[in-house]
Every structure is written in structure tokens, then in C-alpha cells.
């Protein structure tokens, strides 16, 4: 940001008494990195920035000249030849006009530091992304549009060096990724390789009333899942005593009727749902807030506490109707909200590691791999409650494919031979 810029854009807002600024001019701004260090001292990338781009990554096998520009959140751009990927600095959001031209002064440093010239350039498949029309541009006609969580899974796949000719098991939990069907998805459990991917289970879906402007309101969200479950409003609950009585009226007209609300299966809605039924968090000031406040309530109460709510599972999909009734059952017991969050935290894990053994057998000759997108400290590798069982590991996120820009939450393992 410009030295003038700051104060004009956050001064009124309070944001800061005093601005350090320099006298000479930013080439190329590159956010921080940021990452997590593990109880066994590992560290897990979250965002990979400052200290870590451009320095190529090699893949697995060989790539055409190709350019990512993956999709409108936590955007970074990635660029590929040969055995060879490189990504760019963290940008961000894609929704205004300023991250816009960050990316296009990012994507002409790129090219110059790499000498990539793409033949082919890359995008996620949503229709309405700002960086899907700029991808457009970029290719001088018809981009190659990936499917979001197909996407997440390429990439950790070619982060561990496989080299796609055994498919493998993907879970890919996020918010938003635009599905086949034309839904919003993100509790997605998928059979994957390079070339394409299969659905194999999902979380089913609730309305998201509101659509993306929704997502700041975790209260109208965990009315949105009872509603769903077939769950009364009852006025006792954290998450309605939250909303005022015209948003709630509001709320039963949007449910009913169906304006502005779009079903989604992200995993991202099911905690912030959650989040508010917990009494944790109702209003987030800040992206993942909703999410990240009951982690840090459950590390309280991991180790006192060891029970579980079971999602339901059937062949294809994760009912979360029998975690909202436990969680409401406990909430009356008086359970308190970090005992909650780790019951919750504890059965999607659960959840996690037994669809993943489910997917061979469905899938009879099938060598795959386990992998988990998975940013929450409460890992399904660690987290599942059975030390030693084969479930999906936590893992880095670089994030290698040349066919899309780096926003990977898991890592992969080959079964049985850890990567």
C-alpha cells in the first residue's frame, strides 16, 4: 500500500495513531508467510509468502508452459514448465480493484523472473470469480477451468511427489468451491487423480441465506443448520438468543421461501454453525473467527475429555443432525462450551478417518492415498482418538501443480508408505 494511501483508507477507522512509512518505493510487495509449528516440531506452511517465493518447487512430472491464477480468496498465482513450479506472494481476496492490479503487477514480475511465456492459463471453474474473467484475458480466449476441490487435491498430490497414475483419496474441507452441479460445495471427500476426480461423499447441504454476506453471522448460520436438521428455534439456544426477533423473522421468510439462499455443503459453515450453537462466537469481526475460536476452546478440554458427536454416514453423505441434537441435548446439561467444541472437533475426525477407510473397498483394486485438508490443530491424524490408526494425516501446504495457484490445506501420504 502507497504511504498516502494508509492514512486516508484507515485513519477514520482508528486503526493505527501513527503511520512508519519509507522513502522508497515498493517493487513488489509480498505478504508474510505464515506457519505452524507441530508438538513434534514439524512445520506445517499456511501460507506460503515472504521467504518461500519465488523459489521453484520441483513437480513430478513435466508441465507445459502453463499460469495459474487460481481463484477470488487467498489468491496466489502459480507458474509452471517442465519439472517446475513457482508460486507467487500472497495476494488475497480478488474482490476490489486494488488486489486486482496486485495481481497483474505479480503475474508481469513472474514472468520476467521465471522466462515462463504460458501456453495455457488456469482457473477455477466459478463463474462469478473476478480472477476466472481476468484469467480469460490473459489466454486470449477460453482458459482451462479446474473444479475447486479437485484442485486442492492436485496440488498436494504433486507436493508429495506422486505421480498421479494411482488415484487417491482427497478431503477436501473448505467454505466456498463452485461444484459440478452449479452448488456451493466444501465438505467434499473425492477419488482423484491428475486428469479428473470422483465424488465419492459429501456433508449435506443447508441453505446459506445470505449468500457470501452471510458468513459474518455464525447465529444466522446455526439457524440455518437446526432448520435444516429439522431442529425447533427454541429460545434457549446460544445461537437464537443471538439474532434480534426481525432477524429471525427474516431468517424463517429466507428458509421458507428461498431468496438469497444458496445451499452449500462447506465444512467452514457446519463450524461456524456450531461455533455459535457452542455460545463460542455469533458475530465474526474476522475471516475464520467462527472457526478458530473453538479450537482454541477445545485445546482446553482435549485431554479431560474424550467423547465424540457421530455424524451420521451413509454411502454418500455426512448428516450433521445427530451432532446438532447431542450438542443441544449437552448444551442443556450445562456442559460448558470447550467441552463442546472438543466433542465436535473429536467426531469429524472420527468421521473423517472412516470414510477414508471406506473408499478402497468401494473402489476394489484401486492404490491410493489418504489426504486431509485439514488447517485446525485438532488434526484428524492426531485428533481421531485411536493412536496409530491409519486415518488421513495433517499436512504442509505448498501445494505443487502447475495447473493451479497454491491454496492447499492437507498433505498426502502414499497408503502404507509415508511421505
Avoid at 503487477?105 to 513472474?110: D, F, I, P, Q
Avoid at 475471516?287 to 451420521?312: C, F, I
Amino acid at each position: 500500500m502507497r504511504p498516502r494511501t494508509a492514512p486516508k483508507r484507515f485513519g477514520p477507522a482508528g486503526l493505527a495513531d501513527a503511520w512508519l512509512a519509507h522513502d522508497r518505493a515498493v517493487a513488489s510487495p509480498c505478504d508474510d508467510s505464515l506457519l505452524r509449528v507441530r508438538p513434534d516440531g514439524t512445520e506445517q506452511v499456511l501460507r506460503r509468502s515472504r521467504g518461500y517465493v519465488p523459489r521453484p518447487l520441483r513437480l513430478p512430472a513435466a508441465v507445459r508452459p502453463a499460469l495459474a491464477v487460481g481463484g477470488d480468496l487467498k489468491n496466489a498465482l502459480c507458474a509452471g514448465e517442465g519439472d517446475q513450479a513457482w508460486f507467487g506472494p500472497h495476494i488475497g481476496g480478488m474482490g476490489d480493484l486494488t488486489t486486482l492490479e496486485a495481481a497483474r503487477r505479480a503475474e508481469s514480475l513472474m514472468r520476467r523472473l521465471t522466462g515462463v511465456s504460458p501456453e495455457l492459463v488456469a482457473a477455477d471453474r466459478h463463474p462469478g470469480y473476478h480472477s476466472a474473467r481476468w484469467a480469460a484475458r490473459l489466454a486470449l480466449g477460453e482458459p482451462v477451468l479446474v473444479q475447486h476441490h479437485h484442485a486442492h487435491i492436485a496440488s498436494a498430490t504433486a507436493e508429495h511427489g506422486l505421480d498421479g497414475t494411482a488415484p487417491v483419496i482427497g478431503v477436501a474441507f473448505d467454505c466456498t468451491g463452485y461444484g459440478d452441479d452449479g452448488t456451493v460445495r466444501g465438505g467434499e471427500i473425492l477419488l482423484a487423480d491428475y486428469a479428473g476426480h470422483r465424488r465419492f461423499a459429501h456433508l449435506a447441504p443447508a441453505p446459506l441465506p445470505g449468500g457470501v454476506s452471510g458468513v459474518a453471522d455464525p447465529c444466522r448460520l446455526a439457524l440455518a443448520r437446526l432448520w435444516a436438521a429439522g431442529l425447533p428455534w427454541d429460545a434457549d439456544l446460544p445461537g437464537v438468543t443471538a439474532c434480534a426477533p426481525d432477524e429471525i423473522s427474516l431468517l424463517e421468510r429466507q428458509l421458507t421461501r428461498g431468496p438469497a439462499c444458496v445451499a452449500t455443503s462447506g465444512m467452514g459453515r457446519l463450524f461456524d454453525a456450531v461455533s455459535s450453537l457452542a455460545g463460542v462466537c455469533h458475530r465474526a469481526g474476522y475471516g475464520a473467527r467462527a472457526a478458530l475460536e473453538p479450537e482454541a476452546a477445545a485445546a482446553s478440554a482435549w485431554g479431560t475429555d474424550t467423547s465424540a458427536y457421530a455424524l451420521g454416514i451413509t454411502a454418500e453423505v455426512w448428516d450433521p443432525a445427530p451432532v446438532l441434537r447431542a450438542l443441544v441435548t449437552d448444551l442443556r446439561r450445562g456442559t460448558p462450551p470447550a467441552v463442546l467444541a472438543a466433542r465436535f472437533h473429536r467426531g469429524v475426525a472420527r468421521a473423517v478417518v472412516e470414510v477414508c477407510r471406506r473408499a478402497p473397498r468401494a473402489s476394489p483394486g484401486r492404490s491410493a492415498a489418504s489426504c486431509a485438508a485439514w488447517g485446525s490443530r485438532r488434526s484428524p491424524r492426531r485428533r481421531a482418538g485411536r493412536p496409530g490408526s491409519p486415518g488421513p494425516p495433517g499436512g504442509g501446504r505448498a501445494g505443487r501443480s502447475a495447473r493451479r495457484a497454491g491454496r492447499v490445506r492437507w498433505g498426502a501420504r502414499r497408503r502404507g508408505r509415508g511421505r
